[in-house]
C-alpha cells in the first residue's frame, strides 16, 4: 500500500484486477476470482465471508476462510518497528534486515532457500516501512509445513553471514549514490528534511554512507530481539484454513518471538504549513515539486468525507478537478495528483506534480486558485455522487487474490477498522453528506500547502 512502505494503508493506489489475478495466477495456478468478487462488495454487494478474531498465546488474529483454492495466506506486521525507530546511527538498519533475511537461514543457504521455495510454491517476503517491519507467507494448503519451516528459519535462524552482509551493504551503497544523482531521490530527501525536521521521519530510511558502512551481524540480531515481539505483532490470515489450524499455525510461527516489545513510541507529528516555499538549484529540463498540508488519521470521523473530498480534487487520476485544469485544459504537466498519507504518528494531505520550468509557476498558480476554490466552496451533489460510485466499485479489486485479503485483514486491526470492515466500509462512503465533505475540504483546504521544489529554474529563492 504505500506508500510510506508496504505497511502503512495505501488510500488511492490499486492495481487492475485483471493484472492482480494474472499475478496471483502464476503462482498458485487458477484462483476461482469469480467466486472470491462475487463475495466481495462490488456491485452493490455485501462481503459475505465472515472475519473470525483469533487468539494463540497471547498474540491475537483476523482470520477469513476462504476454501475454494487451496491456499493459505498470512500477512504480519510488527508496529513501531520500521526505520523511524532506529537510532540516529543505525539508519539503514531495517533495510539491511529485510535483504538480509531470505538469505539463508536454518538448513539452507541462500540458494537452497529460494530453490526450496520454488519447489513448493512457497512465497515469503519481509519489507521495512516508516513506522512498521513486515512480512507475508503465502504457501499452497500441502505444503504448510515446509512453508512454516522456512518463515520461521528466518524469524529464529537467520544466517546473517558476514559475507552477505557485506554484499547487501555494498548494494546499498550503490543504491545510495543512484538515489542522490536524480532529481526525484534529491527531492524526496530534502522533502523529508524540511518538512519533518527535528522529527525521525525527517532522516533517510536508506541510511547515509557513513550508518551503512557502520552497520553490524549484532546490530540485526538485537533490532530482531528488540522490535520483533509477540506484544507488538498484528496478524492476518486468509485462504484454506479453519480456526483451530490458524490458532495452531500462530503457535508454530510466532511462538518463539521474544515476549516483551520495549521501545517507546515516537512523538507526534502535527504539520504547520503557511504556503512556504522550498527551492533547490538544479539544472534540470523538469521541475518537480512535492506540497504538503495537514491531513487527519484513518480512524477519525473526518477521514472518509477528507477521502471523498481529496478523491475529487486530485485523487481520481485524469479525472480530478486539478487534472482536468492544469494537464487537459492548459497543458502544464503530463500528471499532478494529490493523495492522504496515514503514518503512525502523522496524517498528511499530499501532493505532487513535474512540468518544464517555464510551466512550473503557472501551474502553481492555477493549483493553488483550485486549493483555495476547493476549501471556499467545496464539492457539488453530482462530484459526490460521482466519487462515491467509483470508489464502492472499485473497493475490492483489491481482493481479487487471497494474499490482498490477509494485508487487509492486518490493517483493518491496525488502524481499529472494526471486525465488520469489509461488510460496512462502503456504507461508510454511502452515509457521506454534502455537508460533511465540505465541511472537510473547508478544514483541510483552508491553508496553503508547503512546498519542496527541485529544477524550478525561474524562482530566486534557492536552496543547496
Known amino acids: ?106 538448513d539452507y543457504d541462500a540458494l537452497q532457500f529460494k530453490d526450496i521455495s520454488e519447489e513448493y510454491g512457497v512465497r515469503i517476503g519481509f519489507e521495512n516501512g516508516v513506522d512498521d517491519f513486515g512480512g507475508f507467507m503465502e504457501t499452497p494448503t500441502a505444503a504448510r509445513d515446509m512453508a512454516i519451516k522456512l518463515l520461521t528459519s528466518t524469524l529464529y535462524k537467520p544466517h546473517f553471514s558476514y559475507n552477505y552482509i557485506a554484499l547487501a551493504k555494498n548494494q546499498m551503497q550503490t543504491a545510495l549514490r543512484n538515489h542522490k544523482e536524480k532529481p526525484s531521490g534529491i527531492l524526496a530527501d530534502k522533502y523529508a528534511e524540511i518538512i519533518f525536521a527535528g522529527h525521525p521521519y525527517a532522516r533517510p530510511a536508506i541510511g547515509t554512507p557513513e550508518t551503512i558502512e557502520g552497520l553490524t551481524r549484532r546490530d540485526l540480531m538485537r533490532f530482531m530481539r528488540e522490535h520483533l515481539t509477540k506484544q507488538n505483532i498484528i496478524i492476518g490470515i486468509a485462504g484454506d484454513i479453519n480456526a483451530a489450524d490458524a490458532e495452531q499455525l500462530i503457535r508454530d510461527l510466532f511462538g518463539a518471538l521474544p515476549a516483551q516489545f520495549a521501545v517507546e513510541r515516537i512523538d507526534e507529528f502535527v504539520p504547520e504549513t503557511n504556503g512556504s516555499e522550498h527551492d533547490i538549484a538544479y539544472n534540470s529540463p523538469q521541475a518537480i515539486t512535492h506540497f504538503v498540508s495537514k491531513g487527519t488519521h484513518r480512524n477519525s470521523a473526518d477521514f472518509y468525507p477528507l477521502y471523498l473530498a481529496n478523491y475529487i480534487f486530485g485523487g481520481s487520476g485524469l479525472n480530478s478537478r486539478i487534472s482536468k485544469v492544469v494537464r487537459e485544459k492548459e497543458g502544464l504537466t503530463y500528471g499532478i495528483y494529490t493523495y492522504m498519507t496515514s503514518k503512525e504518528t502523522a496524517a498528511l494531505l499530499s501532493g505532487g506534480y513535474s512540468s518544464t520550468p517555464e510551466n512550473f509557476n503557472r501551474a502553481k498558480d492555477i ?76 478544514t483541510y483546504f483552508d491553508g496553503l500547502p508547503d512546498f519542496v521544489t527541485i529544477g524550478n529554474q525561474t524562482s530566486d529563492k534557492k536552496e543547496k
Not at 16 to 23: P, T
Open 367 to 442: 493549483l493553488l486558485q483550485e486549493w483555495q476554490k476547493m476549501g471556499t466552496n467545496g464539492v457539488t451533489a453530482q462530484e459526490l455522487q460521482q466519487a462515491k460510485d467509483s470508489m464502492i466499485a472499485s473497493h475490492n479489486l483489491r481482493f481479487a487474490s487471497i494474499g490482498g485479503i490477509a494485508e487487509m485483514l492486518v490493517a483493518m486491526q491496525q488502524y481499529q477498522l472494526g471486525i465488520d470492515f469489509l461488510k460496512k466500509r462502503n456504507d461508510y462512503v454511502r452515509a457521506v453528506t454534502l455537508e460533511q465533505a465540505n465541511a472537510a475540504a473547508k
Open 1 to 106: 500500500m504505500n506508500k510510506f512502505g508496504k505497511y502503512t494503508l495505501t488510500i488511492v493506489a490499486i492495481c487492475a484486477l485483471g493484472a492482480a489475478i494474472w499475478g496471483a495466477q502464476q503462482y498458485f495456478g487458477r484462483i476461482d476470482a469469480d467466486k472470491i468478487l462475487s463475495n466481495s462488495v462490488l456491485k452493490n454487494k455485501t462481503f459475505a465471508a465472515q472475519v473470525q478474531e483469533i487468539e494463540a498465546d497471547g498474540m491475537k488474529a483476523y482470520l477469513l476462510e476462504e476454501h475454494s483454492n487451496p491456499i493459505i495466506a498470512v500477512s504480519f506486521t510488527f508496529t513501531n518497528a520500521g526505520s523511524a525507530y532506529e537510532t540516529e546511527n543505525k539508519q539503514g538498519l531495517t533495510q539491511l534486515l529485510s535483504n538480509m533475511l531470505l538469505n539463508g537461514a536454518g
